[in-house]
């Protein structure tokens, strides 16, 4: 089991940053795609970055690409999301996840998740 536990939502202003954190612990993997989806009310979830934990390969939604950054520390078993440049459309419940998986935009393919945390941006 992998127990994944994000943190550091909250709301904000257009135009501003955010910072989300994923702490990953239980039985991980350097073989895990570790990745940040969203899911909008009354929306599906969706995809918006992920990172293998052993290369660091990086993949990122459309929508995001140039505004967020995904990272992450194997030392410390946490995944990071700086998202810049803020849009009222971000808002949403951010969910991290993990799973052995080379569809990583698939939500289907990743086997735990953590409980969410709430991104409000305000225009």
């Known amino acids: 089991q992998v127990q994944l536990v994000e943190s550091g939502g909250g709301s904000v202003q257009a135009g501003d940053s955010l910072s989300l954190f994923c702490s990953a612990s239980?039985?991980?993997?350097?073989?895990?795609?570790m990745g940040w989806f969203r899911q909008a009310p009354g929306k599906e979830r969706v995809f918006v970055a992920a990172?293998?934990?052993?290369?660091?390969?990086?993949y990122y939604a459309d929508s995001v690409e140039g505004r967020f950054t995904i990272s992450r520390d194997n030392a410390k078993g946490t995944v990071y999301l700086q998202m810049n440049s803020l849009k009222p459309e971000d808002t949403a419940v951010y969910y991290c996840a993990a799973g052995i998986t080379i569809m990583v935009t698939n939500t289907m393919t990743y086997n735990y998740w953590g409980q969410g945390t709430q991104v409000t941006v305000s225009s």
């Open positions: 990172i293998r934990w052993s290369a660091g390969s990086t």
């Open positions: 239980g039985r991980t993997s350097s073989k895990y795609v």
